[in-house]
């Protein structure tokens, strides 16, 4: 009997062996999970960051995702609520580094004061050397941004937007286009240079997906015009 008698307390050992074991490999994760952020813009990139083209199909289906709505009130906006440009260290803003990224043998002071390069503007398809003559293009426009979302963000993803380096957001382009366009999406302004369309179309869905901002119908119908220049 005394052998049976041991042979119940190995089992009842490997048992409490096995129970203790289990406990032990309960999957408790201490890392939170990615932040969402509040009111609208996104928690991470959905469609790519930097420029480039898609393709026709990629971006219509991202087109397709996107919500559409009628355009939000201007009440309340102002550019200062997009703060801009911010500070990118060794003396560079948002706006230097655009223009360094953009140009070719770019040349600029100590205190990164940009003083001569060349630079092409997609939008109209100019070439320029002189640094007075680019602005920095928003591709999706401030004012825009509010009208489809960003009137609800806090001032911190605004300023995040309005100096955003990773996306196709921020471009070096001639005075010119940049003013034409002013505030106005692909329904009331495209670049005038035509072989631009499909990254531009692709870009400003890019842009509008990583933010979760709405499109009207007549956005949604002009940048599926533009997708189908695309190759």
């Known amino acids: 009997m005394r052998p049976l008698h041991n042979g119940k307390a190995v089992l009842i050992a490997l ?6 074991t289990g406990a032990g490999s309960c999957d408790v994760s201490n890392t939170p999970g990615e932040a969402q952020p509040a009111s609208g813009a996104a928690a991470g990139p959905t469609n ?3 420029g480039g083209n898609n393709g026709g199909s990629g971006g219509t289906a991202a087109l397709n995702s996107l919500t559409v709505a009628t355009a939000g009130s201007m009440s309340g906006y ?3 609520k997009f703060t ?3 500070g990118q260290g060794n003396g560079c803003d948002t706006r230097d580094v655009v223009l360094k990224r953009d140009g070719k043998n770019v040349k600029a002071t100590a205190d990164c004061k940009i003083t001569a390069g060349s630079w092409h503007s997609v939008y109209d398809d100019k070439d320029l050397t002189d640094p007075q003559a680019l602005d920095i293009d928003h591709m999706v426009p401030l004012a825009a941004a509010w009208r489809s979302g960003a009137a609800k963000w806090t001032d911190e993803q605004r300023k995040d937007f309005a100096n955003d ?5 921020l471009f070096a382009v001639s005075l010119q286009s940049n003013r034409a366009k ?8 495209k670049p005038p240079s035509h072989a631009y369309w499909c990254t531009y179309a692709n870009n400003w869905i890019t842009v ?3 933010y979760k ?6 956005e949604k119908t002009a940048l599926a015009d533009m997708l189908a220049t695309c190759k």
Do not use: C, M, N, Y
């Not at 380096?165 to 957001?169: A, D, E, G, H, S």
């Not at 002013?182 to 302004?189: H, I």
């Open 15 to 20: 048992a409490l062996a096995t129970v203790l």
């Open 48 to 50: 790519g960051g930097g």
């Open 78 to 80: 102002s550019r200062e």
């Open 84 to 86: 801009h440009w911010i």
């Open 165 to 169: 380096l990773t996306r196709p957001q």
């Open 182 to 189: 002013g505030d106005q999406d692909p329904s009331t302004w």
């Open 208 to 210: 509008k997906t990583f």
């Open 213 to 218: 901002l709405s499109v009207t119908q007549a």
